[in-house]
Antibody, heavy 117, light 106 residues
Framework: QVQLQESGPGLVKPSETLSLTCSVS????????WSWIRQSPGKRLEWIGY?????????TYNPSLKGRVTISVDASKNQISLRLGSVTTADTAVYYC?????????WGQGTLVTVSS | DIQMTQSPSTLSASVGDRVTITCRAS??????LAWYQQKPGKAPRLLIY???NLQSGVPARFSGSGSGTEFTLTISSLQPDDFATYYC????????FGQGTKVEIK
């Protein structure tokens, strides 16, 4: 049974970098797609990007995030990471990791990140 | 960018009703469309992929149809567990979600 658990700071200051981790159990990280999606307080869902991990990771990102985003894998820990730089209050959202990409199939419970000084 | 527009935004219905939600894409996306159900405080749950394929474990009262730019999600007989918000997502070019349709009790 696939289980995904997001974790990370719940509060980030404007202009800093948001860093989240998704711990995966029940399935191997390798040879699978892993996605990040976020949902703003207004409930709109926004696709952030995904990674396909073999021995290296092939990534695809939402162009609207303008190079601020990096998704990576730590296979030794069975974790996927999200980094989003230069955050503003518009990046306040619940962040979800998910297994699969087209489309994301199994989602974690999500973690709320608030950007505020 | 491909924009996704759902209608209606809110739908009031009763148990046993047949319910249809529409999703329109701003560009042709073939059948690269998914439908999700979300309940308050929970993550979205995948219902339908590739426009009409039922995800494993999803009740058969849910069905999807369409291709190109217009798609529908149908619930054949609404059950109490189905009151939720539904989202479509295109994954033809990156991924874009619709704004959601809330199905509420009439």
């Amino acid at each position: 049974q696939v289980q995904l658990q997001e974790s990370g700071p719940g509060l980030v200051k404007p202009s800093e970098t948001l860093s989240l981790t998704c711990s995966v159990s029940g399935v191997s990280i390798s040879n699978n797609y892993w996605s990040w999606i976020r949902q703003s307080p207004g409930k709109r869902l926004e696709w952030i990007g995904y990674i396909f991990y073999t021995y290296t990771g092939s990534t695809t990102y939402n162009p609207s995030l303008k190079g601020r985003v990096t998704i990576s894998v730590d296979a030794s820990k069975n974790q996927i990471s999200l980094r989003l730089g230069s955050v503003t209050t518009a990046d306040t959202a619940v962040y979800y990791c998910a297994k699969g990409a087209e489309p994301p199939q199994y989602w974690g419970q999500g973690t709320l990140v608030t950007v505020s000084s | 960018d491909i924009q996704m527009t759902q209608s209606p935004s809110t739908l009031s219905a009763s148990v046993g009703d047949r319910v249809t939600i529409t999703c329109r894409a701003s560009h042709i996306i073939n059948n690269w469309l998914a439908w999700y159900q979300q309940k308050p405080g929970k993550a979205p749950r995948l219902l339908i992929y590739k426009a009409s394929n039922l995800q494993s474990g999803v009740p058969a009262r849910f069905s999807g149809s369409g291709s190109g730019t217009e798609f529908t999600l149908t619930i054949s007989s609404l059950q109490p567990d189905d009151f939720a918000t539904y989202y479509c997502q295109q994954y033809h070019t990156y991924g874009t979600f619709g704004q959601g349709t809330k199905v509420e009790i009439k």
